[in-house]
């Protein structure tokens, strides 16, 4: 029997290659693709992620527009002050920008907008209306998926389970200690991990521990495969941007996001699984967005990965998209 899902993504470079792995995943079903804000504003983001159907031939797959922010603005606003957001594009001697996550991907026009239906209203609707259990795969800020559970907590009795790209155990990219996607919502993470819901996590110990070296970009092209093709310009975007910002020396890429899928395709892709009780800091302080474990509160029914397989990435990589 296929899975049933609910993608949920901020696209996003390592977005669309999770999205494409998704779309090629004979195992799935797809129930809807919910786009947050994120790695640029919701609507582009959203368009990015009709571009990205449409360039995988699935201008079926319904696509719904999420929230605009976190949810608690005004304690961003203080985080800031603590912890001020880095750069995370560069401007050439053109006056090009050039960004980890282009506001607007260079693909073609898909054939139609987004639902009309907003996206927490689907995942509500859809879980509380389903027999079966169904996967939610955020890969972006839980925004959306945090509002659907404070609005209705019961939709935890209709959660398989939750798969995030999300957070880091002594590691941070966007603090010394917290994860963008958390970071960008701790308030979010808080309220999922307070129903109880079985969650794994692709935290930044596994998505770095599966980085791509540049040389599968030229291996990647000339597959000759249009979801390769996609995955070689993403490596290329980012390992660009990265070098410039001095972040790493641009001999390899992350591609966090298709971790949370290709963990559900073959779950031996992650080598180094551990069980914790899992909270987030939710403080307006330098510790916001970092994952809690083992403390007073949290979630018991957390599996974390710690590692990944790098060999058996690219493999599912190469399977899948096509
Ligand atoms: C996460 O942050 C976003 O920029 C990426 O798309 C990914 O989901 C990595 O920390
Ligand atoms: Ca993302």
């Known amino acids: 029997m296929k ?17 494409g792995l998704a779309l090629n995943n004979p195992n799935f079903e797809i129930l809807g693709i919910t786009v947050t804000w ?36 005004a304690k961003r606003a203080e985080v800031v002050k603590v912890n001020p957001d880095g750069p995370i594009f560069y401007v050439d001697e ?6 980890l996550h282009p506001k607007s991907f260079n693909l073609p026009e898909p054939l139609h907008g987004p639902e009309e239906k907003d996206a927490v209203s689907f995942v509500i609707d859809t879980l509380m209306n389903s027999d079966e259990k169904i996967t939610i795969i955020p890969v972006g800020p839980t925004t959306n998926i945090g509002t659907a559970f404070k609005k209705c907590p019961e939709i935890k009795e209709h959660i398989e389970e939750i798969v ?6 002594g590691m941070g990219n966007v603090s010394p200690t917290a994860e963008a996607n958390f970071y960008n919502d701790p308030d979010s993470v808080h309220a999922i991990m307070q129903s109880g819901v079985k969650c794994t996590l692709l935290p930044l110990n596994a998505t770095h521990a599966a980085a791509l070296p540049m040389s599968d970009a030229d ?12 995955l070689a310009d993403v490596m290329r975007i980012r390992a660009d941007v990265s070098k410039h910002l001095g972040w790493h020396d641009g001999t390899h890429e992350i591609i966090h996001d298709a971790l949370a899928v290709a963990y559900l395709i073959d779950p ?17 302080s330098i510790k916001y967005g970092t994952l809690i474990l083992d403390g007073d509160t949290g979630n018991e029914n957390v599996d974390i990965a710690m590692h990944a397989d790098y060999k058996k990435f690219k493999k599912i990589l190469i399977e899948y998209l096509k």
């Open 3 to 19: 899975r049933k899902v609910i993608l949920d993504v901020d696209t996003g470079t390592d977005d669309s290659i999770a999205i």
């Open 38 to 73: 994120g790695n640029q504003k919701v609507e582009d983001c959203t368009k990015n992620t009709l571009k990205v159907c449409h360039y995988f031939g699935r201008d079926d797959v319904k696509v719904y527009m999420g929230e605009h922010h976190q949810l608690d603005t």
């Open 94 to 99: 053109n006056g090009v920008e050039h960004n």
């Open 164 to 169: 995030f790209m999300g957070g880091s155990v």
């Open 219 to 230: 291996e990647f092209e000339k597959n000759g495969s249009k979801g390769l093709k996609l």
């Open 268 to 284: 031996s892709v992650v080598d180094k699984m551990e069980r914790h009780k899992v909270d987030i800091d939710t403080s307006a």
